[in-house]
T-cell receptor, first 115, second 113 residues
């Protein structure tokens, strides 16, 4: 079975450019999460969708970050304009159901480097 | 709000030795508890989970964890560590309602030959 699929795996771009990260959740999962992982701050929850609706976006760092989930099988995380401090590994995870008793399944991440 | 503490940032053990990684949680009711492992360059993989019932749960790769309500702990154990177990390990807690899991800061495991 296919797991959570993220693309691209790696992205290197110059500051000021727009960056779009993509995620395809596991089929049948109706909750989706975006995380950012850095050495300094560890794993941070950015935003959480349930049934394509954003439930909690309190972790989105600032207005330069936006996330969408136009349908149950696709989500994007966009950074515009990008800055060097956005360099991190970004993970997408999905979950069946909406309760905390269900495990989250993670993709392999997108390693983002902003020069 | 719930929280998770992994007191050990970094642990080194010899191959074949036993392992215990500590996890403490804070939550007013019985939480749902998880352990994940992250190998370099990869995402987090679920090792095991606890919801209710038997407080000793078995997971993949020979890992087990024990829920101790009196100590608010959910420590991960393995009787004999293999070099391939070198990775970062995350404890997480889930609660009722539409919430994401709360993750600890992780413990990095090194395995010496």
């Amino acid at each position: 079975d296919a797991g959570v699929i993220q693309s691209p795996r790696h992205e290197v771009t110059e500051m000021g450019q727009e960056v779009t990260l993509r995620c395809k959740p596991i089929s049948g999962h109706n909750s989706l999460f975006w995380y950012r992982q850095t050495m300094m701050r560890g794993l941070e929850l950015l935003i959480y969708f349930n049934n394509n609706v954003p439930i909690d976006d309190s972790g989105m760092p600032e207005d330069r970050f936006s996330a969408k989930m136009p349908n149950a099988s696709f989500s994007t995380l966009k950074i515009q304009p990008s800055e060097p401090r956005d360099s991190a590994v970004y993970f997408c995870a999905s979950r069946f159901g909406q309760g905390g008793n269900q495990p989250q399944h993670f993709g392999d991440g997108t390693r983002l480097s902003i020069l | 709000a719930q929280s998770v503490t992994q007191p050990d940032i970094h642990i080194t053990v010899s191959e074949g030795a036993s392992l215990e990684l500590r996890c403490n949680y804070s939550y007013g009711a019985t939480p749902y508890l998880f352990w994940y492992v992250q190998s370099p360059g990869q995402g987090l993989q679920l090792l095991l989970k606890y919801f209710s019932g038997d407080t000793l749960v078995q997971g993949i790769k020979g890992f087990e964890a024990e829920f101790k309500r009196s100590q608010s702990s959910f420590n991960l154990r393995k009787p004999s560590v293999h070099w391939s177990d070198a990775a970062e390990y995350f404890c997480a807690v889930g609660v009722m309602g539409r919430r994401a899991l709360t993750f600890g800061s992780g413990t990095r495991l090194q395995v010496q030959p």
